[in-house]
């Protein structure tokens, strides 16, 4: 089990995996989430993964990788490893490209502590229900304040892709899609200026709105939650 909402995870292992190790635990397994930890290297064809399976180094390249993917049935694959993602022919976008539904790149180097911090995030939310672009998005704002929160970014061909189902509460409750920020602080002290806003937006028929003000005075809590709601 991990973490309090006891979902149960079935978890392997592979340190230092060749390429005939790691594709034949991809057709035991048949994991949904493949996680690696490594070093990559950019190409014309993607890149290719440095695989530590003896002596030496051996590299995989995004064809064969995906191939290994498809077979086990992989849905996200998440790749910790510098400069695996970004300008549209990265690691990951290649993978995406051959039929896998969402790759998680680096789009340049980052350091290891900030990328542990930022993991732990991105699964905690996973595990609770929330799709892989809802997860990702989460752990970038909770890790705002690290140096490298912008390196992860995701490519996907499926819009949401949920791995753990929503708790029915959740599941009933949540809020129409929209590409609007989320906020996970309450909006205080700011009750009749929303209402002001709301009334002026839907009932006096106006089309643009601005919300003007210093900085850290709530002016994009305040959006955020008009939008919203």
């Known amino acids: 089990f991990l973490g309090r909402e006891k979902h149960r995870v079935e978890f392997e292992r592979l340190p230092n995996a060749g390429p005939v190790t790691l594709s034949r635990a991809l057709r035991r397994f048949q994991p949904d989430v493949v996680h690696f930890v490594g070093h990559a290297a950019r190409g014309a064809a993607g890149g290719e993964l440095a695989l530590q399976g003896g002596r030496q180094e051996e590299l995989v390249g995004t064809a064969e990788l995906a191939g290994w993917l ?5 849905q996200c694959v998440y790749l910790s490893a510098c400069d695996t993602a970004g300008g549209g022919r990265g690691f990951a976008e290649s993978l995406v490209a051959a039929g896998v539904p969402s790759v998680i790149g680096m789009q340049s180097p980052v350091r290891d502590e900030v990328q542990h911090a930022f993991v732990a995030e991105f699964y905690r939310e996973l595990l609770r229900g929330k799709t892989v672009a809802e997860s990702l998005g989460y752990a970038r704002r909770a890790r705002r304040y690290d140096s490298g929160w912008w ?10 892709l949920r791995l753990v189902p929503l708790p029915p509460t959740e599941a009933s409750n949540r809020l129409p899609r929209n590409n ?8 205080v002290g700011r009750v009749a200026d929303l209402i002001h806003l709301s009334r002026a937006i839907l009932q006096d028929d106006r089309r643009y709105v601005a919300i003007c003000g210093i900085g850290g005075i709530g002016k994009g809590v305040s959006y955020g939650h008009i939008g919203t709601s």
């Open 70 to 74: 498809l077979a086990a049935g992989v």
């Open 151 to 160: 390196i992860p970014v995701l490519a996907t061909s499926v819009s949401a």
């Open 180 to 187: 609007l920020p989320m906020h996970d602080r309450p909006c």
